[in-house]
């Protein structure tokens, strides 16, 4: 039995040698067009610093925020990536250049796991088709040229479900898929999706004992981190998980029952993702001014979504479960971003391309050359054009002087990352400061600081007097975040006297020092302010400016 059950649907070209090499040479461009157009070393968007420094810290021995006052233990990533970004850097002496190595790595190694899954349910060909359309897709290039653990986590998650796209499982294999399962999560924590659909898979195969021994390795083995992650110190909204929770369940309990708000607002995230997110992590027609491309991406949407979803739970059950508990997870979360569907990119476009072909399947030609032409003719007019733009970006960047050109990142980043070299070559040792994209700076600064939100005056106690409780003793206010732009003027304005502006980076970057100033930063502050005034009202931020 081959594809979807189809007898001999492969062209005779299509030789098992042929297919794997052509396979090897997408996965090989994969590879080749993510290392030319990966990031200009450690960016200004955080996450990469605070996996560096993890890294750092666990090969002297310990799992803290060393880069934080007073270096608490860290409870929001687990230390999956980071430990191999310290196995990386032991053996390569800290190179970054290694580490983006291992990146784009792990990201071959999950495309490669998803073409030999995707042979079980399509025509080569087809499966080919749908390896090239995830390999060379900004999605997919994107995270394998970062320093973030996308990659990672598409590389692991890949293989575990690539080893149950088989019903019969030797031993070897099972304890593969355990053991990977758990690193994916590891990782990140949305890899618990993996381990429940890991667990229902063989419940639902009645393989009871396999299914127990499963629950019960992901219980002890990811249990305790869970745990951690929810009940360890709690610190910042936006670096922990549990009060990340706690803010949108307090925000929803405002208007009535929180369970039933949040179960409201997972409803509409999810139609959101659906209808929004998942469509921008494809390339899809667009038609400006026009309804037609929303009526026909929910056509392709509900048709071939239904079809392979129908299929894949055939042929490979976990699948439609692991994209069932992800979706789930990401309607439940506070964060709406795109870059959490880029794991799954490449599911997606099987779900899609599966559905298409079933349709050629059992209504025709026609039919099924209609599905496939409205899924894949937008990959070379508006999905390779990105690449390329994208590619282009990183062979133009002058990566002898990255934190510097022009042609690396835009002037509010540089300015960003002036203001982090002017403090590590100009501030006194020991100086602390607050600043929104607190990892990146103190990565590229060499100075404890301490991140925005956790700045919380309460009844009675001054901006100024918390500002000096946390140890700060300098302020950077950048042009990268909003809360640089709405937040953190208006919380700075009731300490204006005690601020002495430093320095000025352009565009908009200030970095301030705190003492007595007679009132200098005041009119600075209002300037800021006025400047963003229609952008704070759209925000929602509060009249009093503090941080909710």
């Known amino acids: 039995m081959t594809a979807l059950g189809v007898e001999n649907p492969s062209p005779r070209w299509a030789t098992p040698r042929v297919v794997l ?55 929001q990533y687990p230390p999956g990536w980071p430990a191999l970004l310290a196995i990386t850097g032991t053996f390569t002496g800290g190179s970054i250049s290694a580490s983006f190595g291992l990146a784009v790595l792990l990201s071959s190694l999950g495309l490669a796991a998803f073409f030999a899954g995707a042979r079980r349910i399509l025509p080569d060909p087809l499966a080919l088709v749908a390896l090239a359309a995830a390999a060379w897709s900004i999605a997919v290039l994107i995270p394998a040229g970062r320093l973030m653990s996308e990659a990672a986590f598409f590389g692991l998650s890949m293989v575990a479900l690539w080893a149950l796209a088989t019903p019969e499982l030797p031993r070897r294999r099972v304890v593969l898929v355990l053991l990977v399962a758990l690193a994916a999560a590891y990782v990140r924590t949305i890899g618990l999706a993996l381990l429940v659909a890991v667990v229902v898979v063989w419940l639902l195969a009645r393989h009871w004992r396999r299914a127990g021994v499963a629950a019960g390795a992901f219980l002890i083995g990811f249990g305790p981190w869970l745990l951690w992650t929810f ?62 491309d929303n009526i026909l991406w929910g056509v392709v949407l509900l048709v071939c979504g239904a079809w392979g979803l129908v299929i894949l739970w055939r042929r490979w059950r976990v699948v439609p479960l692991y994209l069932v508990g992800y979706f789930g997870l990401l309607a439940l979360w506070t964060w709406s971003t795109r870059r959490f569907l880029f794991p799954i990119q490449p599911l997606l476009w099987l779900v899609l391309l599966t559905g298409a072909w079933t349709v050629w399947q059992r209504f025709g030609r026609v039919a099924g050359v209609g599905f496939l032409a409205v899924l894949l003719i937008p990959i070379p007019i508006q999905g390779w054009p990105r690449v390329v733009e994208h590619v282009r970006a990183g062979i133009d960047c002058d990566r002898a002087r990255q934190y510097e050109s022009p042609s690396c990142f835009t002037p509010e980043q540089l300015a960003f990352f002036a203001a982090a070299r002017y403090a590590k070559e100009s501030l006194p040792r020991g100086a602390v400061v607050l600043v929104d994209r607190e990892a990146a700076f103190a990565w590229h600064s060499g100075h404890q600081v301490v991140h925005s939100f956790s700045i919380r005056p309460g009844s009675g106690v001054s901006a100024t007097t918390a500002l000096e409780r946390s140890g700060v003793s300098h302020v950077l206010l950048a042009e990268l975040t909003r809360s640089d732009r709405l937040r953190m003027p208006r919380f700075l304005k009731a300490a204006c006297s005690d601020l002495v502006p430093v320095r000025s980076f352009s565009p908009g970057t200030v970095l301030f020092r705190l003492a007595s100033a007679e009132g200098t930063s005041c009119s600075l502050l209002d300037t800021m302010i006025a400047a963003t005034a229609a952008e704070a009202v759209g925000a929602g931020v509060p009249a009093n400016g503090q941080f909710q």
């Open 21 to 75: 090499v052509v396979a090897a040479a997408i996965i090989l461009g994969h590879a080749v067009l993510a290392w030319l157009g990966r990031l200009p070393g450690v960016s200004y968007s955080n996450d990469d610093a605070v996996y560096l420094i993890l890294a750092d810290a666990l090969r002297n021995g310990t799992y803290r925020d060393l880069y934080l006052v007073s270096a608490p233990w860290h409870t």
């Open 231 to 292: 009940f360890g110190p709690q610190r910042t909204v936006g670096r922990s998980y549990m009060r990340d929770l706690s803010a949108q369940l307090h925000e929803v309990g405002q208007s009535g029952n929180p369970f039933f708000g949040l179960i409201g607002r997972a409803a509409g995230r999810a139609m959101g993702l659906l209808s929004g997110d998942v469509s921008s992590v494809l390339p899809f027609l667009r038609i400006r001014e026009s309804p037609i």
